[in-house]
């Protein structure tokens, strides 16, 4: 098990619903899998994921549609 945490930029597209991305992505490997999970990345600009640790931040200055 490697060390480094893996880092994904995303854009504004790539958000789902009110900000969410899912983990795992689909560029992920499939023996990697592990239960989806949404990932809130528009709060704070960063979300990381429980079960595997990648890090998905808003790719800088990326400004989201929808204000909530």
């Avoid at 994904?8 to 592990?34: I, R, Y």
């Avoid at 999970?37 to 989201?64: M, Q, R």
Wanted: with cysteine; proline share 7%; charged share 20%.
């Amino acid at each position: 098990m490697s060390d480094k945490q893996a880092v994904v930029e995303v854009t504004a597209k790539d958000l789902q619903g009110h900000g969410a991305v899912f983990c795992p992505n689909p560029k992920m490997p499939l023996w990697s899998g592990h239960p989806k999970v949404f990932i809130d990345v528009a709060s704070t600009g960063e979300g990381k994921c429980p079960y595997c640790g990648t890090v998905y931040k808003l790719k800088a200055g990326e400004i989201l549609s929808h204000a909530h």
